[in-house]
């Protein structure tokens, strides 16, 4: 094991998954990955979401190495190639339909935090307007401007990074209402909310150049937005000649059950932001936007890596691989078996709060029961505890959300009915074990 602890001496305190996850991984097939021991782990993690077909998918490395074999440029900053060309023509045809019909797509430096700050530019140069709305739970990268739309305040307090002029607005948390309630019109005060904050001359915030929004909270902790509560926020946004931002960083491209979580709802964004899955693996991401937005110059956003051809390539292998064998309904139909099989196991252990999501997107709050509080008190020491305990069972996952406290399910695309009871089993293992230290976990079994 030098490799590891070389890198352990070595890297940055600022490492998230190789702190938890103290491992030499070697080799990774499908949703099965291996170690330098041969120890075999399910990942339930997919390279947080960017794995739309697990590890190594046949077709997807097939024509990566066909490319890399030619003369084709592997880089090419904004220029045209056949790798563009086809991405963009493959993208597209996946679209909804009114967007497909009247877009622009710009090519970013390959990460989705850099995607996100193409829109905020964008917004911002098209309305000349500077503030920006954002969510409390939301989370849409690293670098400057993304982190000020971040609600999680961790990575960026104390730094000088809280920029001025965004302005967090309540999402729809209906496990723990943000206006103190069940839950039950948890939608409906939040578009109240937005519109008194929005209409109200004397409330203190400026009109926003836009609103930026997640279809399905990730990081925030797999917490979904209703399709009548994200109609309403669109509506909304074009009564008041707002932009509306979907970052569908983490569900672009099917994780949700539908190709993008927008079709939830059936509403059409101004800019639509993509990065992870549409790689194939590699680093990827565009904005899509309304192209009457489209009325910025050259240079006013560009990178050097933007032309990546081979994520490009890998890109159209597993769109078409995703499109051919039906993943996107097979995200659904696992998703549902996933989550019935979560709510099963819930019956018998009391610590799991809540279970939500949508398609291959689940999170499980983990809490710990509180006479005044409806929903229980998020526990995040012990959601850590069930996570290592899933490790060392062969299961790897994350957690994420309010204090840690809600484990992230996001398996490949391609999942197997048999796979998704091999993950239940070694779930509800590492559930068993954790018990064996904190016997008030269980419940008798309805």
């Known amino acids: 094991m030098e490799a590891l602890s070389y890198l352990e001496n070595v890297e940055s305190n600022a490492r998230t998954y190789a702190q938890t996850f103290q491992r030499l991984f070697v080799s990774g097939k499908g949703m099965r990955i291996r170690d330098a021991s041969g120890q075999e782990y399910l990942d339930c993690l997919s390279n947080a979401g960017t794995l739309a077909l697990g590890h190594n998918p046949p077709e997807v490395r097939d024509a990566v190495m066909a490319f890399l074999g030619s003369d084709h440029l592997q880089q090419a900053l904004d220029l045209a190639t056949p790798a ?117 001359p004397e409330g203190g915030v400026a009109k926003p150049a836009a609103v930026i929004v997640e279809v399905v909270q990730g990081e925030g902790g797999c917490i979904p937005a209703s399709a009548q509560w994200l109609r309403a926020l669109r509506e909304i946004t074009l009564e008041q000649d707002i932009l509306m931002i979907v970052d569908e960083v983490q569900t672009g491209l099917g994780r949700t059950g539908t190709t993008f979580a927008i079709e939830h709802a059936g509403i059409v964004p101004d800019i639509l932001v993509l990065s992870k899955a549409i790689g194939g693996g590699y680093p990827l991401a565009v904005v899509v936007y309304a192209e009457h937005l489209d009325t910025w110059g050259p240079g006013m956003h560009a990178g050097t890596f933007r032309g990546n051809q081979v994520a490009m390539v890998a890109g159209v292998a597993t769109m078409q691989q995703i499109r051919r064998d039906n993943l996107v309904a097979n995200a659904a139909r696992m998703g549902e078996l996933l989550q019935s099989g979560l709510r099963d196991i819930a019956r018998r252990f009391a610590c799991m709060g809540d279970i939500r999501g949508r398609g291959l997107m689940i999170g499980v709050e983990i809490t710990r029961p509180a006479a005044n509080q409806r929903a229980g008190q998020a526990d995040g020491a012990l959601a850590h505890a069930i996570k290592l305990n899933c490790f060392d069972n062969g299961l790897m996952m994350e957690t994420g959300g309010r204090h840690g406290a809600v484990l992230r399910f996001l398996p490949p695309l391609s999942i197997t009915e048999a796979e998704v009871g091999m993950v239940l089993d070694r779930f509800e293992h590492a559930l068993a074990k954790t018990h064996e230290t904190r016997p008030h976990l269980t419940r008798e079994a309805v």
Request: net charge positive.
């Open 84 to 200: 563009k060309h086809a991405f963009v023509q493959e993208l597209f045809s996946m679209l909804p339909a009114k967007m497909r019909e009247a877009s622009k797509i710009l090519f970013c430096g390959p990460s989705g935090s850099d995607a996100v700050e193409a829109a905020i530019k964008l917004a911002r140069h098209y309305t000349r307007r500077s503030p920006l709305m954002a969510f409390h739970g939301g989370y849409h990268g690293m670098t400057a401007g993304a982190l000020s739309a971040m609600g999680k305040l961790s990575p960026k307090s104390g730094d000088g990074l809280i920029a001025q002029g965004t302005h967090f607005l309540p999402f729809p948390y209906r496990f723990r209402c943000p206006f103190g309630t069940a839950g039950e019109h948890t939608d409906q005060l939040s578009i109240d909310y937005i519109r008194t904050v929005l209409s109200d």
